[in-house]
């Protein structure tokens, strides 16, 4: 079981930023495709971003030109960065770690919660109008 802490998030105000850290200690991130979900109360779990082991990067219609999800190997590190934030961008935000090494990008970026099988416990991101 890999264990993945993410920190950063919190309450802004409308048109804020906030930016979303993951870590994942001892962990080779480096063969997974990595992504943010999010969750909110009644609602389904959504995928947000997710980027591959190379790099390249998919987002949900709602986050694209405002989000952004970047990585770093070498540090087991995943970040999401959130500008011009919105009300409907609250959630519970939650690092994942893809269950297979290797996927491709073009199943990576289908972002399904269910090819994702490390978890961590989230982090509240509020925004208020």
């Known amino acids: 079981q890999v264990e993945l802490v993410e920190s950063g998030g919190g309450s802004v105000q409308a048109g804020g930023s906030l930016r979303l850290s993951c870590a994942a200690p001892?962990?080779?991130?480096?063969?997974?495709?990595m992504g943010w979900f999010r969750q909110a109360p009644g609602k389904e779990r959504e995928g947000v971003a997710v980027?591959?082991?190379?790099?390249?990067?998919s987002y949900t219609e709602s986050v694209k030109g405002r989000f952004t999800v970047s990585r770093d190997n070498a540090a087991n590190t995943l970040w999401l960065q959130m500008n011009s934030l919105k009300p409907e961008d609250s959630s519970m935000y939650y690092c994942?770690?893809?269950?297979?090494?290797?996927?491709?990008?073009?199943?990576?970026?289908?972002?399904?919660?269910?090819?994702?099988?490390?978890w961590g416990r989230g982090t509240q991101v509020t925004v208020s109008s």
């Open positions: 980027i591959s082991r190379d790099g390249k990067t």
């Open positions: 001892g962990y080779t991130t480096s063969r997974y495709c």
């Open positions: 994942a770690a893809d269950s297979s090494p290797w996927r491709p990008f073009q199943l990576c970026q289908r972002m399904a919660a269910a090819d994702f099988g490390d």
